[in-house]
Structures are given as C-alpha cells and as structure tokens.
C-alpha cells in the first residue's frame, strides 16, 4: 500500500474516532462480549491461546477474547481508536497490547500467534490480499488458525431499492473503491455524522479471491460458513434473509 493511502485511511479513522466509541466498560463488567456465539464454535476454548486482531479499532472483539483468558494483541492505524482501547483495557484490567501498526508493514516482533482473527469492515482496508494472507502465514504458530468475521462481498455490491428489489452498486470484481457509491455501506457512524472530508480508499475482496489468497499462502481451509441478516438489507422486505450478509472464514497453519 502506498503510504499515501495508508495516511489518509488513518486521517479518515482519526476523524471518525470521537464519534465511535464501541462499547462501553460496562458492557464487558456485565458480561457483554463482541465475540459471536459463530465465532466461538469454531474457535472453541481460546484460555491461553495468543490473538492477534487486526484493524482492531477500539479492540472491542480483542478484549472480548482476554476476558475469555486469552492473551491479545490489537493492531490499528488509528491512534485515537487505540487510546480508547487502551483505556478499556486498563478499566477492566485485561491482557491486551494495542499496537499502532499498518497490518500491510507488521513489525516482525509482532508473531507468534495462535488465532489471527479480523472482522466487521476490517478486510475492506486490505489493499493486497495475496501478500495480507502471506504475512499472516508467517506470523500464525502451527496449528494457529486465522479466522475472517465479515461482511459478504455481495452485501457489499447490493444496495436495497425497495420490497424484494436489489440494485448492483459496486462491482464484485472491482477490488478498489474511493469513497463509498452506497453509502449505507460506509462505517455506519457516518449516517449520523456525515462523510469525513477527507479521501479514503477501501477494498471490496470477493470470496474467491479471499479463499484463493488463504490456499495460496500454505493455510488449509477449514470451514466457510455464510449467513443471512434480516438488518443489512433493511427494507428488502421477506427476501433479506434470501442473500448472505456476512461470512465467517477459518483455516489452520500447518506449516
Ligand atoms: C470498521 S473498523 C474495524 C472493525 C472492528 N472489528 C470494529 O468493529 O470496530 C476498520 C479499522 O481498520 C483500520 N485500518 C484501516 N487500514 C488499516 C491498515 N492498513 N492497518 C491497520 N489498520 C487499518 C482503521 O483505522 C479502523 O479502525
């Protein structure tokens, strides 16, 4: 990636960070977790394993896994993102180490890991899928497993028109995008405060390019499950639960 992208991307971020907060300590102090029910299935018990989250934002899914027993590492490009991690991680006293990092250029120290775990409008920012599969390759334990918790590519092409009618507004094969042409695809605090006025540029990585990059970087497949979501295609009527909103990717490192 160039570093112009990357420091736009990060001026974009910084923008949005006052505004997005994640959730509060006291959501964890109740028993809250990012971490999905899909998620832990096929992680299964994760006390004792290292986590590497990456584009983690405030690190919500991070600290979810520490409380979990985990030991975490969060990378961002964002700082203020990371200071507000940081924060709740001191609050609720919990082993995870907020890292500013482009995951393009990821220190070789940061290694060693038995989950490499991304989700949620994180892979979107991979300018170079191929070469993001390899780093992580290098960087899981073997045995490690690298879990993809995302929105499906076609979510990402499809805007919603009316009752049962869908419109193509990105391309599946695309890959890059400045700024967003639906911008109900855009982070969703920008429906309540605006577009930041700054360029940014993201990615859209359809599911065959993702697998391909997976294989192709020596990790084996383990399971790719895709799922409905009535709220991503809000408006759709009966038929939003016919077309997949997210899916959720793991494969093992046994090199
Ligand atoms: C939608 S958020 C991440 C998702 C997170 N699971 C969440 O729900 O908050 C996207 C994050 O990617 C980060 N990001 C973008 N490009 C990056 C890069 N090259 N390296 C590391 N982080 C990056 C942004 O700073 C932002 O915090």
């Known amino acids: 990636m160039s570093s112009e992208v990357v420091r736009q991307n990060r001026d974009y971020w910084e923008q949005l960070a006052p505004h997005r907060p994640g959730e509060p300590v006291e959501f964890f102090r109740d028993g809250g977790s990012a971490v999905t029910q899909a998620e832990l299935a096929v992680l299964g018990d994760v006390r ?5 989250q990456l584009a983690c934002s405030v690190g919500d899914e991070a600290l ?3 409380k979990l027993g985990a030991t975490a590492t969060a990378v961002d490009l964002a700082p203020s993102h990371l200071a507000t ?3 709740k991680a001191a609050a609720l006293g919990l082993p995870v180490e907020f890292i500013e990092q482009d995951m393009m250029n990821l220190d070789p120290n940061i290694s060693g890991f038995d989950i490499v775990y991304i989700s949620w409008g994180g892979i979107c920012w991979v300018p170079d899928i191929r070469r993001w599969t390899a780093i992580i390759a290098e960087r ?4 490690g497993v690298l879990v993809i918790s995302e929105h ?3 979510w990402e092409i499809l805007t919603v028109r009316d009752e049962n009618s869908l419109s193509v507004s990105s391309d599946y094969f695309g890959i890059g995008r400045d700024g967003y042409s639906d911008p109900s695809k855009a982070p969703q605090v920008t429906q309540r405060i605006g577009t930041p ?4 540029r993201s990615y859209i990585w359809n599911l065959g390019a993702v697998v391909t990059a997976v294989i192709d970087a020596g990790l084996t497949v383990r399971s790719l499950q895709e799922f409905p979501e009535q709220d991503s295609y809000e408006g759709l009527g009966e038929t939003s639960t016919y077309v997949p909103a997210t899916y ?4 093992r490192s046994d090199g």
Do not use: I, Q
Request: avoid cysteine; aromatic fraction near 4%; proline fraction near 8%.
């Open 48 to 52: 004792g394993r290292r986590v590497l």
């Open 64 to 66: 979810s896994f520490a």
């Open 85 to 87: 991690g940081r924060a």
């Open 140 to 143: 899981l334990n073997r045995g």
């Open 152 to 154: 499906h590519p076609l």
């Open 197 to 200: 006025k700054v360029p940014h």
């Open 248 to 251: 959720l990717l793991t494969a």
